[in-house]
């Protein structure tokens, strides 16, 4: 299994996981030309792709699905929640699923979980090929002990860091907005998402990737420094996934 991000923060999100022959993209809110190009620095063309697996209906996750199914015919799983907020049930081959229940996309098994975020009906996932198993787990607000559990042991994870909290206080969004980055149903801060590290079972850990970095209210530094500290390793060892950059292919061995 490896793993590869195209884009992450609030102007596109996309990732793709590879089992075998089956390379699934998670979240597109990207343009179809950029997931082009995007898959193209892996090596990988739009054609290769199995599915699209959408996590909620936000526009920097949904904003490029519809087209990129319509252009190389490409099924859609969401819950059924994310499906009507995002208009892809008159989408051809959209699937639901329920996301207390696991599904499977060829190679790929998939385990998805509820997760406190402003959306219809969010899930985030963690995907396997059997042995190995890769946590996602972005746009979520707070933590729970179900999201613990789903995550606990993982071999690798992709994790939200969106913002540093006192970068947050002293920002310039208004109150309102603050309030939502920082709420229990908005993002999670580096501070939260080092405390989730505290709280599984780590040992089995390959890679950790700090995941949507808000460009205003965090740096990569911070992410990583906080993750490190939880894990007590050096900060070098946490990669980050950019926004226009993305990550390059991990494998999970």
Not at 113 to 139: K, M, N
Not at 183 to 192: I, T, V
């Amino acid at each position: 299994m490896r793993f590869a991000v195209l884009g992450s923060g609030s102007r596109g999100n996309g990732m793709v996981v590879e089992v075998g022959e089956t390379l699934l993209l998670i979240d597109c809110g990207l343009s179809v030309l950029q997931v082009k190009r995007r898959l193209a620095g892996l090596d990988k063309r739009p054609e290769d792709l199995s599915a699209i697996v959408v996590t909620h209906e936000h526009s920097d996750h949904v904003g490029g699905v519809a087209g990129l199914a319509r252009a190389y015919d490409l099924p859609v799983w969401a819950t059924p929640g994310t499906a009507q907020a995002a208009g892809l049930l008159e989408v051809a081959g959209c699937e639901l699923f329920d996301c207390h229940a696991p599904f499977s996309v060829a190679d790929i098994e998939l385990m998805p979980f509820p997760v406190p975020h402003d959306a219809r009906e969010p899930s985030q996932l963690v995907c396997g090929d059997g042995q190995r198993r890769l946590g996602v787990l972005t746009d979520v607000g707070s933590l729970t002990p179900h999201i613990e559990n789903c995550l606990d042991a993982c071999d690798a994870l992709v994790l939200e860091c969106n913002h540093d909290t006192a970068m947050l206080a002293a920002g310039s969004y208004p109150p309102s907005l603050k309030h939502r980055v920082g709420g229990r149903h908005g993002h999670l801060s580096n501070d939260q998402a080092a405390e989730l590290l505290g709280r599984i079972d780590t040992s089995n850990l390959q890679h950790l990737v700090a995941a949507h970095l808000s460009d205003k209210n965090n740096t990569p530094d911070l992410a990583q420094q906080a993750l490190a500290r939880a894990l007590g390793c050096d900060s070098d060892w946490i990669a980050v996934a950019d926004q226009d950059r993305g990550l390059a292919w991990r494998e999970v061995l």
